[in-house]
T-cell receptor, first 115, second 113 residues
Framework: ETGVTQTPRHLVMGMTNKKSLKCEQH?????MYWYKQSAKKPLELMFV???????ENNSVPSRFSPECPNSSHLFLHLHTLQPEDSALYLC??????????????FGEGSWLTVV | GDSVTQMEGPVTLSEEAFLTINCTYT??????LFWYVQYPGEGLQLLLK???ADDKGSNKGFEATYRKETTSFHLEKGSVQVSDSAVYFC????????????WGAGTKLIIKP
């Protein structure tokens, strides 16, 4: 139990579907993150939210749309995805980003397959 | 820019062997250094960290020492177990990365009984 819970753990969706990934953290943190982990590629930071404001958006295609309604919840809305978007999507949380030595805590990830 | 280089895997060892996974970095400032571990089918967990030169991070029998002179943070364990089989990621954060984590590519470790 890491304190960061992601649902669903596995998702299969067609290219025309709309789905969402959900993340909830119980650690009292005020920053939340989405990462993408693909086979044979380094971990990619997608989005960072601090105090519910997006502070980082690493050139992610608009077919990925994040939402952070409060400091405990983070969503990733998915629409018209491509097969190359199939990956493990990891949510994470921390105390405020921009602090030296800040530790990030990860959820167990959502495995996404786009068919 | 900041970067982290890890030894390529997979690394295959027998149970009770000595483990070293090399990690070197380049950074513009004075980074904090981390090792994360990812067990099969799971997310990443912090294994250990060090925030200044000569600090030693340790956890679960693993150790790594922050060596500024060689810009390294090698992970070591004296006697590995089958349950240590996982992917290990080295990472840094510093002012140059706006304190976001810069990740190595990961090293897969396989321990055979």
């Amino acid at each position: 139990e890491t304190g960061v819970t992601q649902t669903p753990r596995h998702l299969v969706m067609g290219m025309t579907n709309k789905k969402s990934l959900k993340c909830e953290q119980h650690l009292g943190h005020n920053a939340m993150y989405w990462y993408k982990q693909s086979a044979k590629k380094p971990l990619e930071l997608m989005f960072v939210y601090s105090l519910e404001e997006r502070v980082e958006n690493n050139s992610v295609p608009s077919r990925f749309s994040p939402e952070c309604p409060n400091s405990s919840h983070l969503f990733l809305h998915l629409h018209t995805l491509q097969p190359e978007d199939s990956a493990l999507y990891l949510c994470a949380s921390s105390h405020s980003p921009g602090v030296s030595g800040n530790t990030i805590y990860f959820g167990e990830g959502s495995w996404l397959t786009v068919v | 820019g900041d970067s982290v280089t890890q030894m390529e895997g997979p690394v295959t060892l027998s149970e009770e062997a000595f483990l070293t996974i090399n990690c070197t970095y380049t950074a513009t400032g004075y980074p904090s250094l981390f090792w994360y571990v990812q067990y099969p089918g799971e997310g990443l967990q912090l294994l250990l960290k060090a925030t200044k030169a000569d600090d030693k991070g340790s956890n679960k029998g693993f150790e790594a020492t922050y060596r500024k002179e060689t810009t390294s943070f090698h992970l070591e364990k004296g006697s590995v177990q089958v349950s240590d089989s996982a992917v290990y990621f080295c990472a840094l954060s510093d002012l140059g990365s706006n304190y976001q984590l810069i990740w190595g590519a990961g090293t897969k470790l396989i321990i055979k009984p």
